[in-house]
């Protein structure tokens, strides 16, 4: 306690949120630093989104479970704590004080953390309506994924009995999972693509055990109700044909944006594609001993890509506890069309693989059975056909082996197709 009345911590690590991918750094580093591992999150319980997504379906890749998403929770943070990491629930990060401190606030009092290294594992969430500029009345029952899934799972509320979802990700077919929990017909989806943005293991299930019809080119473009809702305004935005549909219920979902208010005070480089921090495949920000993970860098992967990406980091924050330095060497990669953005942005010739030694990046159209290819200095370095569609609406992967022909020297590196 300082004269301010401010509680000093002085772990070796802290982390800035406690979803799967920052309990997964928990776990992963409190057995091999010499310190706490302090994970903060601002929620009453630990675990993130999986919380409150009561579906299966989680920690196929880094558990080779199957789990619901409450149970993945409850698991990362047994995990977390088994292996000698403290998590701390409802504290808010409101600032900086330092390369390597921040400030909270908890209900026992302001706390300033003072680490040798942070770990930034803020995910991601979904643009509210406002966001979206969606015109018409300011009516109940419009809601995100989170917001619905919350109210549903966390507070055993109900909703209405007829929704419109707006999107077909694959956290649109959780959202009508969770309305079929609650007794609520999902009668249509919308997308502005011209197919279904999930897979078709999702999708095409999806459609006969909702009795639900997708339809692409369409989005919603007016609200209409009050104090209830009462129906949308859906567009085709090839004919511009607009019809009205009835329903009581209206979930935004997909539209993704990181949390990224930390990164911004404090400066760290952000990459105008993810709008998240730009990192090289270490999970390092520019601001050295500033580490990030998980759905803050690419919005967004599923839980358990996340939860890998925590894990991987571990080795890196240890290098940097033990006075070592990254390579000096580094390259921009950058994503051309049809990709929006790549993860992670920068390669350094020396640093091991990205996780899954894979690159990660996002298409804004459909794509089958793409040849990647990476230009340098305006020539060819790299290309591979690869047998499996880039598509809008999920994130697309690319083996990072590609990247072994680039030129420490040659500057930028562009990724894109070849038609």
């Known amino acids: 306690m300082t004269g301010t009345g401010v509680t000093v911590l002085t772990p070796a690590v802290v982390i800035v949120g406690g979803g799967p991918a920052g309990?997964?750094?928990?776990?992963?580093?409190?057995?091999?630093?010499?310190?706490?591992v302090l994970v903060l999150d601002r929620e009453g319980t630990a675990g993130g989104i999986p919380r409150?997504?009561?579906?299966?379906?989680?920690?196929?890749?880094?558990?080779?479970?199957?789990?619901?998403?409450?149970?993945?929770a409850r698991r990362l943070v047994r995990q977390a704590e088994a292996a000698g990491a403290t998590i701390?629930?409802?504290?808010?990060?409101?600032?900086?004080?330092?390369?390597?401190?921040?400030?909270?606030?908890?209900?026992?009092?302001?706390?300033?953390?003072?680490?040798?290294?942070?770990?930034?594992?803020?995910g991601a969430r979904e643009r509210p309506r406002p966001?979206?500029?969606?015109?018409?009345?300011?009516?109940?029952?419009?809601?995100?994924?989170?917001?619905?899934?919350?109210?549903?799972?966390?507070?055993?509320?109900?909703?209405?009995?007829?929704?419109?979802?707006?999107?077909?990700?694959?956290?649109?077919?959780?959202?009508?999972?969770t309305l079929r929990g609650a007794g609520c017909r999902t009668v249509l989806m919308t997308t502005e693509y011209p197919r279904a943005d999930s897979y078709a293991l999702f999708s095409v299930p999806g459609r006969i055990l909702f009795r639900t019809r997708v339809a692409t080119r369409t989005r919603v473009t007016r609200i209409i109700g009050r104090p209830e809702l009462e129906a949308v305004e859906v567009e085709n935005i090839d004919t511009g044909e607009r019809r009205v549909v009835e329903c009581d219920t209206l979930?935004?979902?997909?539209?993704?944006?990181?949390?990224?208010?930390?990164?911004?005070?404090?400066?760290?480089?952000?990459?105008?594609?993810?709008?998240?921090?730009?990192v090289d495949g270490a999970l390092r920000t520019d601001r050295p001993g500033v580490f990030a993970v998980g759905n803050l860098l690419h919005p967004v992967d599923t839980a358990d890509i996340a939860a890998i990406d925590g894990a991987h980091v571990a080795d890196s924050?240890?290098?940097?506890?033990?006075g070592r330095s990254p390579p000096a060497e580094q390259?921009?990669?950058?994503?051309?069309?049809?990709?929006?953005?790549?993860?992670?942005?920068?390669?350094?010739?020396?640093?091991?693989?990205?996780?899954?030694?894979?690159?990660?990046?996002?298409?804004?159209r459909y794509v089958p059975f793409p040849r990647v290819v990476l230009r340098q200095g305006g020539k060819v370095v790299a290309r591979r056909r690869l047998w499996w569609p880039a598509a809008p609406g999920r994130v697309f992967r690319v083996p990072a082996s590609l990247l072994a022909t680039i030129d420490p020297d040659g500057g930028p590196v562009h990724i894109g197709v070849e038609t």
């Open 23 to 36: 309990l997964s750094a928990a776990r992963e580093l409190a057995p091999r630093v010499d310190g706490d």
């Open 251 to 278: 979930v935004l979902t997909g539209d993704w944006i990181p949390d990224h208010e930390l990164v911004r005070a404090a400066g760290i480089a952000l990459d105008p594609g993810t709008n998240g921090p730009l």
């Open 88 to 122: 701390r629930t409802d504290a808010t990060v409101t600032n900086w004080a330092g390369d390597h401190a921040i400030e909270a606030t908890t209900p026992m009092g302001r706390i300033r953390i003072e680490a040798r290294a942070v770990v930034l594992a803020t």
């Open 52 to 72: 409150h997504s009561d579906h299966p379906g989680y920690g196929i890749r880094d558990m080779r479970r199957f789990l619901s998403g409450p149970a993945y």
């Open 331 to 364: 390259v921009r990669l950058l994503a051309d069309t049809p990709f929006r953005w790549v993860s992670p942005e920068i390669f350094r010739p020396g640093d091991p693989a990205p996780a899954r030694r894979r690159l990660l990046l996002w298409s804004d």
């Open 317 to 322: 924050v240890v290098a940097w506890l033990d």
């Open 131 to 177: 966001a979206r500029l969606i015109p018409g009345d300011r009516a109940h029952g419009v809601y995100t994924t989170g917001h619905l899934q919350n109210i549903v799972h966390l507070r055993n509320g109900g909703v209405g009995g007829r929704a419109v979802i707006s999107g077909a990700e694959l956290v649109s077919w959780s959202a009508a999972l």
